[in-house]
């Protein structure tokens, strides 16, 4: 399939004053998103995730230090793991969207524009829940509002932050369902960030695997999957599918480490079982092949 370049990040570095002292949490990360393209943005608790997601939708702490190199001006609107906490609870759900809407024309327009993106992301009787407020709805409903209050931003790319970790999974199902038939038929491009590698492989055309601040594999989703190439994404890989057989919560030994004390050289070293001596002290150098990306002296 063939796609137009949406995004470029080129270097995307963010650092906060911790104790005194500037912390990296993103370190030196460059990745594209292309036109109609879901992209998926993977790694454990910690790793700069939604820090990257937060500087692309523009909504970072303001004591952040950020630099990049971003190429292309895109319009970009974000969804969140928690409805509940992300609308507001004294304000009418209609309204709430109202405002997201860009265009200045007289209310009853407006109003009919936010009804219309209710029915659109499948919300049943949309005149009626215009006027209600966020603990009216279901969970899978307030995510639907807040996809709905997305979309009246008109973005060219949506930002999803682990949009279906607070529901259960039918209605889990049901939103994935939702943002590919946005994707499919308006062609929306997306970033998703999950923790749910399964969801990730029936979902995204394509996979980024994101490690103590620093990306360390990029592929097609149905590469990456077939056949990973550094010792983090094979984990990563292993622990998901041990869990399933399982039916358990499982992990990888050790744990992500403290931005304040990234380890030297590769990040993932420590917890690392194919190391050697040099990947302590020397960040691997990227290693390309047909679109398949990874940091790792393995090859």
């Known amino acids: 399939m063939q796609y137009d370049r949406l995004l470029d990040v080129n270097d995307l570095t963010i650092k906060y004053n911790i104790e005194g002292n500037p912390v990296s949490v993103v370190d030196g990360v460059s990745f594209f998103i292309n036109t109609g393209e879901i992209v998926a943005l993977v790694g454990e608790s910690g790793c700069g995730k939604t820090q990257v997601a937060l500087s ?3 909504l970072l702490n303001k004591t952040a230090h950020v630099k990049h190199q971003v190429s292309n001006d895109i319009k970009t609107a974000m969804i969140f793991q928690d409805p509940l906490n992300a609308l507001n609870p ?29 029915e659109q992301v499948g919300i049943d009787e949309p005149e009626k829940r215009y006027n209600q407020y966020p603990h009216e709805f279901s969970g899978g409903m307030r995510q639907r509002a807040l996809i709905a209050m997305a979309l009246a931003q ?35 491009s997306i970033l998703f ?4 590698l399964s969801l990730v492989k029936s979902f995204a055309h394509r996979t980024m695997v994101m490690y103590a601040g620093k990306l360390v594999e990029s592929a097609s989703t149905k590469t990456l999957f077939n056949t990973p190439k ?25 744990s992500v480490p403290d931005p304040r004390y990234y380890p030297s050289g590769c990040p993932f070293h420590p917890r690392c079982d194919v190391a050697e001596e040099v990947c302590s002290n020397t960040f691997p150098k990227l290693i390309s092949d047909q679109g398949h990306n990874w940091n790792c002296i393995l090859e």
């Open 193 to 196: 960030i999950s923790h749910d």
């Open 90 to 118: 004294v304000m009418k759900v209609g309204k709430q969207i109202l405002e997201g809407i860009r265009n200045k024309d007289e209310v009853r327009s407006k109003k009919k524009e936010v009804i219309s993106l209710l």
């Open 56 to 58: 692309l939708a523009g």
């Open 230 to 254: 550094h010792p983090y994404t094979k984990s990563l890989l292993q622990v998901a599918s041990l869990a399933k057989e399982n039916d358990s919560f499982i992990t990888i030994n050790g």
């Open 154 to 188: 008109k973005p060219d790319l949506l930002i999803a932050d682990e949009p279906t970790t607070a529901l259960d999974v039918t209605i889990q199902a049901q939103i994935i369902v939702l943002l590919r038939e946005l994707n499919e038929k308006h062609g929306l």
